[in-house]
T-cell receptor, first 114, second 110 residues
Framework: EPEVTQTPSHQVTQMGQEVILRCVPISNHLYFYWYRQILGQKVEFLVSFYNNEISEKSEIFDDQFSVERPDGSNFTLKIRSTKLEDSAMYFC????????????FGNGTRLTVT | SQQGEEDPQALSIQEGENATMNCSYKTSINNLQWYRQNSGRGLVHLILIRSNEREKHSGRLRVTLDTSKKSSSLLITASRAADTASYFCATDDYGQNFVFGPGTRLSVLP
């Protein structure tokens, strides 16, 4: 069964550095998402993306964050200048259509900012 | 924005028992979905119930939805140790986004 893949599985970075988290959504899916989960806490919506542009974004998704779909297969999340509080699991998800189709999640990237 | 809120936050039961988790939300929804997360992994979709449905079954899972109370429950019957995971409800408000609750951590003891 096709799956969403994320790389790397674990990223350690120093405060103030830029990080890029990578995702390959399922190939025929049209809607793409980033969520984050601080350890043991709730899954928080960051951003949704459709037709090469952001559809919705949360308050968390400030100017330090950006997303891109550079080549038709990869979907990336960039954090320009990381803060300690950005440490979390970041999950990419995709779905083929709206309505009743579920989200398909990758296994996440654990970001540790030191 | 609406949120699904699960209770209890944590639940510990013996293998073979039934586990019931509840979810409440705040505004009108198109559908409500339940997801499972094993430790350190991504979320996996379990079951979806539409706003015009009251109950749905899938294997050992039973989901109910009460739109008048804005609540849903997930029942796992005859639990197994492998059911140990966190369970999240997520609401779809006719938009593109899903809003997840804080989850219930289920421990099934052998």
């Amino acid at each position: 069964e096709p799956e969403v893949t994320q790389t790397p599985s674990h990223q350690v970075t120093q405060m103030g550095q830029e990080v890029i988290l990578r995702c390959v959504p399922i190939s025929n899916h049209l809607y793409f998402y980033w969520y984050r989960q601080i350890l043991g806490q709730k899954v928080e919506f960051l951003v949704s993306f459709y037709n090469n542009e952001i559809s919705e974004k949360s308050e968390i998704f400030d100017d330090q964050f950006s997303v891109e779909r550079p080549d038709g297969s990869n979907f990336t999340l960039k954090i320009r200048s990381t803060k300690l509080e950005d440490s979390a699991m970041y999950f990419c998800a995709s779905r083929p259509i709206l309505g009743t189709s579920p989200l398909h999640f990758g296994n996440g990237t654990r970001l540790t900012v030191t | 924005s609406q949120q699904g809120e699960e209770d209890p936050q944590a639940l510990s039961i013996q293998e073979g028992e039934n586990a019931t988790m509840n979810c409440s939300y705040k505004t009108s929804i198109n559908n409500l979905q339940w997801y499972r997360q094993n430790s350190g992994r991504g979320l996996v979709h379990l079951i979806l119930i539409r706003s015009n449905e009251r109950e749905k079954h899938s294997g050992r899972l039973r989901v109910t939805l009460d739109t008048s109370k804005k609540s849903s429950s997930l029942l796992i019957t005859a639990s197994r140790a492998a059911d140990t995971a966190s369970y999240f409800c997520a609401t779809d408000d006719y938009g593109q986004n899903f809003v997840f609750g804080p989850g219930t951590r289920l421990s099934v003891l052998p």
